[in-house]
């Protein structure tokens, strides 16, 4: 599997061979996230919490990272381990209170974007992609949005209605006839919003960057997409979430892959989150339109 041509490209491995190492090593990073972030919330296995297998795989991973030719690799395994960490000690849920946004602001937005793009290019020296825009979005790619949009509509109507009817109690809204609904409603929007924003800029253009340039494209989609899933299985996303998502992931990974605009993803991931926000709404409050009021 060679490297993928584009900004992403890592010139101290043109040729895009993988050492076996490494691929054990992103194995077990990924199996960290899974334990550490996906399993956080469910019951300990034999009164073993998740945490402490999530610990092992972490350590393992480094341990080969350690080992591996390519130093920068390292870096990119410290990093990716950091996330982890850092999720691992955040309040990862739909609540809306001023304190929890707060603490998101901080560790999501300060911690997981700021901080690694700082390491990217001060400590591992080669920074991230933030490719906003690549010329005009061609015909393709405006349709691609359409689609997406009416796509999204009916998956995750069924995913509401049909395959996890309680999903929308993952959002906690007030009655429909508590004065703090509007309030509450645009709470949600905005944060629905936000962690979308948050989520590509994260998973596509800091996990899916930095590993397509060790690991190769395939390994890279896979990875990001299970950190992707994990993510927000823990914060809502249950049920038939993890499948929802991981294709979801995939795509986003795929279409940043091809179009080269970071813009585009995330134009394409707030669209979806307000049908998100619909779907929420509208179970909550049976036959509410479109605006929260």
């Not at 690694?116 to 825009?133: G, M």
């Not at 429909?176 to 948050?198: I, Q, S, Y």
């Not at 890279?220 to 499948?243: R, Y």
Request: aromatic share 16%; with cysteine; hydrophobic share 55%.
């Amino acid at each position: 599997m060679t490297e993928p041509a584009g900004p992403w490209r890592s010139p101290a491995n043109p040729a895009g061979i993988v050492p076996a190492g490494r691929s054990g090593s992103v194995f077990c990073l990924v199996a960290s996230m899974v334990l550490a972030i996906g399993l956080k919330s469910h019951p300990a296995y034999l009164g073993v919490p998740w945490s402490l297998p999530a610990l092992a795989a972490l350590g393992s991973g480094l341990v080969l990272a350690r080992r591996d030719p390519d130093p920068r690799w390292w870096r990119t395994a410290v990093l990716l381990a950091y996330l982890i960490v850092l999720l691992f000690f955040t309040r990862i849920d739909g609540d809306t209170r001023d304190a929890h946004v707060v603490e998101l602001l901080l560790k999501l937005g300060v911690g997981a974007l700021l901080v690694p793009a700082f390491a990217a290019r001060r400590w591992l020296d080669e920074p991230l992609d933030y490719q906003w825009i690549t010329g005009r979005w061609s015909l393709r790619m405006w349709v691609w949005l359409g689609v997406g949009f009416l796509l999204a509509y009916a998956i995750l109507g069924q995913y509401f209605t049909s395959w996890t009817p309680s999903l929308h109690e993952s959002w906690p809204l007030p009655p429909a006839d508590d004065p703090r609904r509007t309030e509450e409603m645009w709470r949600l929007f905005w944060g629905c919003n936000f962690v979308g924003f948050w989520d590509e800029l994260c998973f596509v253009n800091f996990v899916f960057v930095l590993l397509a340039r060790r690991v190769g494209l395939i390994t890279a989609l896979l990875a990001q997409a299970v950190f992707f899933t994990s993510f927000l299985h823990e914060m809502a996303f249950v049920g038939w979430g993890p499948v929802v998502i991981f294709a979801f992931a995939l795509i986003q990974g795929i279409t940043y892959h091809r179009t080269r605009s970071l813009l585009y993803v995330v134009v394409l991931h707030l669209a979806i989150d307000s049908i998100l926000f619909y779907w929420i709404a509208n179970r909550w409050y049976p036959g509410w339109g479109w605006h929260p009021w």
